[in-house]
């Protein structure tokens, strides 16, 4: 588990726009938003993925940045792209087993033919413009994610309380 405050693991991975995206280089205002999805199989991705995409300027009114990431092969995760409501929203694929262990994520075997054989569960990660978590929230199947209002509720309370981030002991 990764604590708050502390530097998150290396990423870099390929977007669907055959450009490539690095957590490293990311230079938002306030923070980059991570979102783990479990891909093309997950109708709850979908929906969660085409809510988020709705709210994109608002959250870049708030200086933050925001990518969708899978272990889906290119072809899924172009397919996800050509096929949901999400014309706006940068979504990397490729994410390995390893690195998803990594960010703590949950790993899952496919248990029918639309899924793939290994992928990991969602997860939405706030991460500061330090590459620092400052929140997480983990889901061990796709149900019960965070509500996006909340999270920029939320983003709007921390910047301007300048609300440390918690549960870091």
Known sequence: MIKPNTDLPSLKLPLITDKTWELS?????TFTVLVFYRGLHCPVCKAYLEDLATKLKDFNKRGVK???????SEERAKKSGDTWNVPELS??????????RAFG????????????N?????GVFLVRPDNTLYA?????????????????????YINKNDYPARGGK
């Not at 997480?136 to 709007?156: G, H």
């Open 25 to 29: 280089g990311q230079q938002s205002e």
């Open 66 to 72: 925001v990518i969708a990431i899978s272990s889906d």
């Open 91 to 100: 979504i990397a694929y490729n994410l390995t087993e390893d690195k998803a």
């Open 105 to 116: 994520l949950f790993i899952s075997n496919g248990i029918s033919d639309k899924e793939p």
């Open 118 to 122: 290994v992928f990991s569960e969602p």
């Open 136 to 156: 997480s929230a983990i889901q061990t199947m796709p149900f019960a994610r965070p509500n996006w209002n909340d999270i920029l509720n939320a983003i709007d």
